[in-house]
């Protein structure tokens, strides 16, 4: 057998204080499941009690690889709290209440096949789940990991298995309906985990509070916090090859074969496989875009756009706390180019920097995700009309075709992101998320702000789908019956005007300008005696040929709504 693995962080044993550890052991090796070295030391000194017969320790955390033994852990810890009073109330949760039910059900397979089956009752029922300790009313339940889970109860241990699937916001809400509930009694919390991602946050909380305690404990006798710590992980710098893994691994020599590390690294991508078996934080569980593939794919000095044909994008993280504005296009050689136009913090400079940047290159769209977190910027840009004509909202199948789609261009190389530091940050930290049966960025799972990378998402996307630039409008006059207004002399006539991107929608619109030229057109005039009713701007005529119209004013408006299906002209 080989030596025990240390730990990297540990709480302090106490020698001055009696402990539990050795009963907890106890049940452990009638559960079938004899404690090695690292779960007896958490053991010793997590369960010491004070002279006044109270926990010394109120709270937890235990940080391990996997397959180190946790579940065996919270199984004979559970089930030493149920022997050792009446009415004792124990609680298990994990990161959803599935997984909390396959934990309960594990534990109660191995209370089965013991000696203490003959203590216990258990009902199955999905959604009343109990291990009853008969002849002590002690129970074990496992719940949901929900802010209203353990509303009006009382609890003397509660157990949260794989703790880094919590966010800050689950883990508050989690927090919430546990510490409410050990406040009348002398409960436990313990914690306990294989290390975390970037959004890990109430963990690792707890983790950087731990390491601090224990880097610095002060002398015995002397400390008063109530929370325990315990890590056992690779030390900085370490190589996570699989000998390297394995000798840093706790339940290295007893439970744990060489050849199932060797496994798990050949089957696992390198990130996730130093976070499961070396217990080392990570950004993100793997890269939602591999580094190789962002780096092929970032353009350094992009070609700039013509006017007319670049679309504006927009988005915000969850908090609204700041915005980014994106732009895409097609260069000379044809690729698609999206880039960062600007990010900055808050959202009110979105609109009027929009308006800027539409003035300058008269964009084909400006689109925004329909379920994006600063959506009353979208609500704002409705009340502009130069935006409100061009505007699109992806619906959740557009955005989750456009993620699709972006790394589809980026791996053929058709498209090309320009470099910049927030879209890089993104790139770094973005999740997916599942929807359906295909995936989209996810705000929320992602370890910070991918904001800049949802912009440059949408603008690859609209690029490619926005309506087709329609040329100045040519429209024949189509014989109609004559009309009683007369306005100058001029009759007024039906004209169609058909757009590819037909819809519901009907206006009525008046000839902004007339010109009537031959098969080849002669140089247009001014005509002062044909205006636009809006502008009052003269029109234009030629000075010979056929009847037929050309719409120059007004068909920048028609075109970007792109759903005109007909309207009224009239000729002079």
């Known amino acids: 057998m080989l030596c025990p693995v240390p730990p990297r962080y540990a709480t302090a044993r106490d020698p001055s204080r009696l402990t539990f550890g050795g009963k907890v052991a106890k049940v452990s090796t009638a559960l079938g499941a004899p404690f090695m070295p690292w779960q007896r030391q958490v053991c010793d000194t997590a369960l010491e009690i004070t ?22 852990l919270l199984g004979a810890l559970s089930a030493h709290r149920c022997l050792t009073g009446r009415r004792r109330r124990v609680w298990m949760t994990a990161q959803t209440r599935a997984d909390a039910r396959d934990l309960w059900l594990e534990h109660v397979d191995a209370v089965d096949s013991s000696p203490l089956s003959t203590l216990i009752t258990s009902r199955m029922s999905n959604g009343s789940e109990e291990l009853k300790y008969t002849a002590l009313a002690s129970t074990l339940r496992p719940f949901s990991p929900g802010p209203e889970a353990l509303h009006g109860k009382t609890t003397h241990l509660v157990s949260v298995d794989e703790a880094w699937a919590f966010d800050a916001v689950r883990g508050a809400e989690l927090a919430q309906a546990i510490i409410p509930t050990q406040t009348t009694t002398d409960a436990q919390l ?10 890990s946050a109430w963990l690792r909380e707890f983790v950087d509070k731990g390491r601090d305690a224990t880097a610095d404990p002060g002398p015995a ?33 007893y439970t744990l074969r060489p050849d199932a590390i060797a496994s798990a690294a050949e089957l696992l991508p390198p990130g996730e496989f130093a976070r499961a078996y070396g217990n080392r934080w990570t950004q993100t569980a793997e890269l939602a875009i591999p580094a190789e593939l962002w780096e092929a794919a970032r353009e350094r000095e992009p070609d700039q756009p013509e006017p007319g044909g670049p679309v504006l994008t927009w988005d915000g993280p969850v908090d609204g706390s700041s915005a980014t504005i994106g732009i895409g296009w097609r260069d000379d050689s044809g690729r698609l180019v999206a880039e960062v136009a600007d990010r900055r913090e808050g959202t009110a400079w979105v609109v009027p920097r929009l308006l800027e940047l539409a003035g300058r290159w008269r964009p084909r769209w400006a689109v925004a995700d329909s379920r994006s977190p600063i959506a009353h910027v979208t609500d704002e840009v409705r009340r502009h009309d130069g935006l409100a004509e061009i505007l699109h909202e992806t619906s959740a199948t557009e955005y989750t075709r456009a993620c699709a789609g972006l790394l589809a261009g980026m791996r053929d190389g058709g498209v090309r992101l320009a470099a910049h530091p927030a879209l890089d940050a993104a790139a770094e930290v973005a999740a997916k998320r599942s929807v359906g049966d295909g995936w989209a960025w996810g705000r929320r ?44 002399g001029g009759e007024f006539k039906r004209a169609q005007l058909v757009v590819d991107n037909s819809g519901d929608h009907r206006d009525e619109f008046e000839v902004c300008a007339l010109a ?3 098969p080849t057109p002669r140089q247009l005039v001014p005509n002062e005696d044909v205006k636009d009713r809006r502008s009052g701007q003269a029109g234009h005529r030629e000075r010979e040929g056929l009847a037929r119209l050309v719409l120059v004013g007004g068909a920048l408006r028609m075109r970007s709504r792109g759903r005109v299906r007909h309207a009224s002209y009239y000729a002079a």
């Open 221 to 253: 006798g002397t400390r008063r916090s109530t929370v325990a710590y315990f890590e056992w992980s690779l030390p900085d710098g370490a190589a996570t090859d699989v000998e390297t893994v394995y000798q840093n691994h706790p339940a290295r020599g």
């Open 445 to 488: 799972g992602s370890a910070g702000d991918i904001a800049p990378l949802v912009a440059v998402t949408l603008a690859a996307w609209a690029v490619e789908n926005a309506p087709a630039e329609l040329p100045e409008f040519a429209i024949l006059l189509g014989r109609a019956r004559r009309r009683r207004e007369r306005r100058a």
């Open 190 to 199: 313990w914690i306990v985990s294989t290390a975390g991602t970037a959004t």
């Open 516 to 518: 009537e030229f031959e």
């Open 51 to 72: 002279p006044t017969g109270q926990w010394a320790y109120r709270v937890v955390v235990v940080t391990v690889p996997r397959q180190a033994g946790k579940s065996l």
